[in-house]
């Protein structure tokens, strides 16, 4: 076991956690934030992505004691309790979700993107969202509901 | 005529209500639930393909700590299936696919159980395995059943004795050898289809507890509940009402994948051996891969007869469909395929035959399309091939053809009525240009159509409940695994009670609470529960009318309902407000609960496990344009149009959803997902090595919904989005043909195969 201590959505978490463990495991286990999504296991999903130190990450491929003093944001995090960030207000009006098990994970791909790119082409947004698979949608609304946030 | 004008809400695109949830990350889904004192399970897997199970020794796991039990197939004397039951919850004496699971472990966390399946030894002895269906079917082949014969399946599942061939699909109509005999041309081809995974990005996952009276408690992401249910309880040979099923609020997909007892079995295993206290299996990716759900594999052989004109007399088709190692779902993929082997055109002479039979491979089951990738596949590259040969316009050879209202089909003998695949065919000509646009070098332009028959006969049943504040639920047992019926059922009952859409909400399935449902599959929802609920809410509505005509003091036929109010049509003064009918403390007025009933109608004598008569058909045309270069193989898909009959899309932007998702996964089918096989073993379980198309892959898609409004559907709707994936392998395989002209017989079209048939011609850059 090992004492870590994790920021994640702006608070502070002070954790016993196995050498092993995943932040995807950690996450989901130990801070209840099932909103991050178990899709492979194995980087190949993009189901699991959260947002470190301002960069996209696979959760499910990073260490959780490797994340002690990073600044971590999960779906949870992207908009205070009881609102919508613009891009989830976004992807309910582009009928971009469907089953809803990716949706979490290429909202925080979206959400990193915008924060660098905050006008970004379609290319760029596909570009960006390409690690998360999606079987529902077939992408476009995905897409229609990234870009017309840029566009604001 | 706009019919949109006299609705509310239906045909209309209201918001989702689910999506709310899932953009937080607060929707939730199976692996999310946890109960008290859960356990995990796992399963050991078979490393073999088809072997004799000589001994399992769990001694060495048992003593790990943090394990609680461990469980065989011997143990377990249970066989389970939908419609020919056959397979054990773990295997028993013998495996018959590599990824079968052989024993179950729970503990009390996941990484215990992982390590306590590398410590059981299993011994096991090989035997010869069959992988190819035609060899399999082979008279004198290994019998990978030998106690086939003792099955009891349903009476439409025709097993041939002494075979690996369990179900034998036939429909013949007029005479084919006359028909060939009077033909100018005859055309025989063979086509073939690989597997396919659904690939949910979420994994199959249960939680299982059973008391010690065997009352069984199942959580899952099943997609039909009911029928999960009676497939356990015939299973263990207990009472239907012993068993309940408990639906996750939200499936992450699901695609057919979802039906049969996967997660459900492991857990169920572990279950019935380690009472009170529920266990929770979840599959790994891998498990997806090897030891869920395939779509059949199949070899199509297809000999047509035309005349010079290009008037087809004559179709004969032969199918081999691999199941895999157990039946799941196969008799019912194998008769639809059977139903629709011709292709939706008026033939006058047919003869069918399918064959199902049982290989040394990942079981095999529904899987969007449920037979119609395989046989469209067959039947549509074909007509391009006749199309081509006798000069014709492949459009003008399948509008000659195919079906109209009224036509007899000819597989089933039914009269056919709202079909709207001729239009379909001309709304993808129009959109694509079909006359006069030229294309480019090394451009061309395919186009193919589907039809597929709705599994008919079957009910649905619903209640609609008014509360006092005057919200509705509605309790059905139709899952939301993000195909939108949530949506589609709540704008239907808003639509009857003239309530507002956000006053409906839809409750979880729970076969202890919502009625009676077949099952959420083969895009039956809309058109079944969609009845359902509508006459769930028109009785609702005439209780209400009842309670408020007292009231008021008003004959209940002088009041109608309106946004969330009564309203006398003959004195508007007297309005009241449905929660104050229903009374809004206590009920103290009265209660209702809206009761509603779907089975479509059948002719008299039909047989009714999935009849010959079909209460609608899933129809649609694609059309693509492509370029292919010829150095290097590779096809750049440059547009898809795609046009799907949804008799009246309730939902339109939800039809267009549909229709986009299908697109993505027929293009996978058709151009990436290369399951690779070697001696059963799946030699690329993951997402790294199994390709799915991604955002960068997807080409531009131009949805078009054709409404040809059905007499027995809610305000006209049928099924749509189980189909959309259908057409687009042949279409694009005749894309290609027009671009470059190969003609390439086996999915998925790949570059290297383009090169190949390229080089064949002595064109292409050698390697």
Request: contains cysteine.
């Amino acid at each position: 076991m090992e004492r870590i201590t994790l920021n994640v959505n702006g608070q502070s978490h002070q954790l016993n956690i196995k050498v092993n463990e995943t932040l995807l495991d950690v996450l989901r286990e130990q801070l209840g934030l099932f909103g991050t999504k178990k899709g492979c296991d194995s980087g190949a999903c993009g189901a699991c992505t959260v947002i470190i130190d301002g960069e996209p990450a696979l959760s499910c491929m990073i260490l959780a004691v490797r994340c002690q003093g990073r600044e971590i944001l999960t779906i949870e995090g992207l908009a205070p309790e009881g609102e919508l960030h613009p891009l989830q207000e976004s992807a309910i009006e582009h009928g971009a979700v469907q089953c809803g098990f990716c949706t979490p994970g290429w909202l925080m791909s979206a959400k990193a993107l915008l924060d660098e790119n905050p006008a970004p082409s379609r290319r760029e947004v596909q570009a960006a969202i390409a690690g998360n698979l999606c079987r529902c949608t077939g992408y476009k609304q995905i897409e229609d509901a990234i870009l017309a946030v840029a566009k604001k | 005529m706009n019919s949109n004008q006299s609705f509310i809400t239906v045909g209309k695109s209201p918001l989702r209500a689910d999506a709310r949830d899932k953009v937080r990350g607060k929707g939730i889904y199976i692996d999310d639930m946890r109960l008290p004192g859960m356990l995990y399970g796992k399963v050991l897997r078979s490393q073999y393909a088809h072997a004799r199970i000589l001994m399992i020794d769990t001694s060495e796991a048992e003593r790990l700590p943090g394990i609680i039990g461990i469980v065989t197939g011997e143990e377990l004397p249970f066989i389970h299936g939908e419609s020919f039951p056959d397979e054990p919850l773990l295997a028993r004496g013998k495996v018959r696919y590599m990824g079968e699971g052989v024993a179950a472990v729970a503990a009390v966390d996941e990484e215990t159980a992982e390590k306590a399946l590398g410590l059981i030894k299993v011994e096991y002895e090989e035997l010869p395995a069959l992988f190819d269906p035609v060899a399999a079917a082979a008279p004198g082949a290994v019998r990978i059943h030998e106690e086939m014969e003792s099955y009891k399946g349903k009476p439409l599942v025709r097993p041939v004795k002494g075979t690996n061939i369990l179900n034998h699909v036939q429909f013949e109509r007029g005479d084919v050898n006359q028909g060939f005999a009077q033909a100018d041309h005859i055309f025989e081809d063979t086509f073939t289809t690989p597997a396919q995974q659904h690939c949910s990005i979420e994994p199959h996952g249960s939680i299982c507890l059973i008391d010690k009276d065997d009352n069984i408690s199942l959580w899952t992401n099943n997609d039909s509940p009911y029928r999960c249910r009676i497939e356990i309880a015939d299973a263990l040979h207990i009472p239907m009402t012993k068993v309940r099923i408990i639906s996750a609020p939200y499936t992450g997909g699901n695609f057919g994948g979802k039906g049969g007892l996967k997660a459900e079995a492991c857990a169920i295993a572990l279950a019935w051996k380690i009472r009170n206290v529920p266990i929770k299996v979840l599959y790994t990716r891998e498990e997806e891969f090897c030891s869920s759900i395939i779509r059949h594999p199949s070899v199509i052989k297809i000999k047509t007869g035309v005349k010079n004109g290009g008037t087809i007399l004559a179709r004969e088709v032969t199918t081999y469909w691999a199941t895999g190692a157990y039946a799941e779902k196969g008799p019912t993929v194998s008769r639809f395929g059977g139903i629709s082997s011709a292709g939706p055109y008026n033939i006058p002479n047919v003869k069918i035959n399918g064959y199902l039979v049982y290989t040394n491979t990942p079981v095999a089951g529904a899987m969007r399309g449920y037979s119609g990738p395989q046989t469209s596949w067959a039947y549509e590259s074909q007509m391009d091939i006749i199309a081509a040969k006798l000069g014709l316009d492949p459009l003008e050879l399948r509008l000659r053809h195919v079906y109209q209202d009224g036509d007899i089909h000819t597989a089933t003998g039914q009269i056919i009525h709202a079909e709207g695949l001729k239009k379909c065919l001309e709304e993808v000509a129009v959109r694509m240009e079909w006359q006069g646009k030229t294309l480019g070098p090394n451009q061309g332009r395919g186009i193919a159509c589907m039809e597929r028959a709705v599994k008919t006969p079957f009910g649905s049943a619903a209640f609609v409940k008014v509360n006092e504040d005057g919200t509705v639920d509605i309790l059905s047992s139709t899952t939301e695994v993000g195909q939108g019926s949530e949506t589609i059922l709540r704008q239907i009952v808003a639509e009857e009670l003239g309530v507002p859409l956000n006053a409906v909400r839809k409750a979880t399935p729970d076969t202890a609470y919502t009625p009676y449902d077949a099952s959420t599959t083969s895009s039956r929802s809309t058109f079944h529960m969609g009845n359902a609920v509508k006459i769930a809410a028109a009785d609702a509505r005439q209780q209400i009318l009842q309670l408020a005509g007292k009231l008021l003091s008003t004959d209940p036929v002088n009041l109608t309902l309106a946004d969330g109010k009564v309203l006398d049509k003959e004195n508007p003064v007297k309005v009241m407000p449905i929660a104050a009918v229903l009374g809004q403390s206590y009920g103290s007025s009265g209660t209702v609960l809206g009761r509603g009933y779907y089975f479509p109608e059948m002719p008299e004598g039909q047989e009714t496990y999935f009849s010959s008569q079909v209460v609608f058909w899933l129809l649609g045309a694609h059309g693509i344009e492509v370029e292919v270069n010829r150095r290097t193989g590779e096809v750049k898909i440059l547009k898809v149009y795609a046009a799907h009959d949804a008799g009246k899309a309730i939902h339109p932007d939800n039809v267009k959803g549909q229709i986009l998702g299908g697109i993505s996964m027929g293009l996978g089918y058709a151009a990436y997902e290369n399951y690779e096989f070697k001696e059963g073993n799946v030699l690329n379980p993951s997402f790294l090595s199994y390709k799915l198309p991604t955002a960068v892959d997807m080409p531009g898609v131009v949805p078009v919904i054709v409404e040809q409004e059905h007499q027995d559907g809610p305000y006209g709707a049928k099924g749509v989005g189980e189909t959309t994936n259908v057409p687009l392998p042949p279409a694009l395989a005749n894309a290609i043909y027009n671009a470059v002209g190969i003609r390439i017989k086996s999915l998925p079209i790949t570059p290297d195969k383009v090169l190949a048939a390229m080089q064949e011609r002595g064109e292409g850059e050698s390697q």
